[in-house]
């Protein structure tokens, strides 16, 4: 089992940047496999690894996620091959479709159809980084541009058919498309004991596209620490969760929401969305049941977590993905030091 980590956050402003970039050399030194960047509407998920790309030698670095509405196919071929180049093949492509709210809101862009648009813009990803022609037909995307002067053109970087393609998914529809399309899966929303009600769709996938699951990088986890004060860590989380619920997307349109429904939880998920969107965020963050806090992330005593680890392991998960405790960088490196030690240790007993 491989571990990474998120570097910021998906609304980080580059905030002590200094201390994250030394946070990230040192998980690079302790055998963090991968780390992530994400982007809302701060600082994008592609400058941070460009920089971290010449501070680090070994941790893989990716886009967890690329909004796929914010750029064009071709220029995210572009960038992905720029990253491959400066990290020395140590890129990965993680792509998302974001929600209605920053789609429309932000980029202006329709969010119509966004499972289309997703396979498309894989499609046209592939023929980059397999060094073809770029000519498609697709709903979303022309290329070139219909009754212009436009010509069909291959990237001048060298081909990339193997760097890998990760999709961030939650619906059935676009979990079958990830089994068949993709490299990896940026899990969330992830209940182990409930693994099938992604993984099976995951499997649709890659059997419709004549591949096995092992074809596929299984990325999922939560927050990691060894603790005996179970119920206080539960109350600190819960506000997360209920933000997730009730916040992480419209009313009307919430993949999070609808994840932990199809796991068993639609009254409490839709409970807490409910009050959430009525401006009762106390009471909201009360209803979050501590079963789902506890079993969406890895805490409370050290049984407790290598408990949890075995039971990712169990779930077919190749790639814990951890955020640890601190309020300040050193804390947290330490934190993150104990937590390789703790799940490396537990491996070894596998």
């Known amino acids: 089992m491989k571990i990474s980590i998120s570097i910021g956050s998906a609304y980080y402003n580059g905030e002590e940047w200094d201390k994250l970039v030394e946070y990230t050399a040192i998980a690079d030194r302790i055998g963090i496999d991968e780390a992530w960047s994400a982007e809302a509407w701060g600082m994008d998920a592609v400058v941070p690894l460009a920089y971290l790309a010449a501070k680090t030698t070994n941790i893989r670095l990716g886009t967890g996620i690329m909004q796929i509405s914010s750029r064009v196919p071709s220029m995210m071929a572009m960038t992905a091959q720029s990253l491959d180049t400066v990290s020395k093949g140590r890129f990965n492509l993680g792509l998302g479709v974001s929600g209605p709210q920053v789609v429309e809101g932000l980029h202006g862009a329709s969010f119509a159809k966004p499972l289309s ?9 592939r023929l980059g980084l397999n060094g073809e022609k770029l000519q498609y037909d697709g709903d979303h995307y022309q290329l070139p541009r219909p009754g212009g002067e436009g010509k069909p053109i291959r990237l001048s970087q060298p ?17 079958q498309m990830t089994g068949e399309l993709a490299d990896g899966w940026l899990g969330t929303c992830f209940l182990p004991e409930k693994g099938d009600v992604f993984l099976d769709d995951i499997k649709l996938g890659v059997e419709s596209a004549g591949r096995s699951l092992s074809d596929i990088d299984i990325q999922a986890g939560g927050y990691f620490e060894v603790t005996d004060d179970v119920e206080k860590l539960i109350a600190k989380l819960k506000p997360a969760m209920a933000f997730t619920l009730g916040a992480m997307g419209s009313a009307k349109t919430n993949f999070y929401n609808d994840a932990y429904c199809r796991a068993g939880y639609e009254d409490d998920a839709k409970a807490v969305q409910s009050l959430w969107v009525d401006g009762k965020r106390d009471q909201a963050i009360q209803r979050v049941p501590d079963e789902m806090v506890l079993k969406t992330n890895l805490f409370g005593t050290q049984d407790m ?11 077919q998960v190749n790639t814990i993905r951890i955020s640890t405790k601190g309020e300040s960088w050193s804390e947290k490196t330490t934190a993150l030091e104990e937590a390789v030690d703790l799940i490396r240790g537990e491996q070894n007993s596998w």
């Open 117 to 125: 648009r997703l396979r498309e813009c894989v499609s046209i990803l």
């Open 305 to 315: 977590v290598r408990s949890r680890l075995r039971a990712f392991r169990d779930a």
């Open 159 to 175: 081909p990339r058919p193997n760097l890998p393609i990760y999709l961030a998914t939650l619906g059935p529809k676009s979990l």
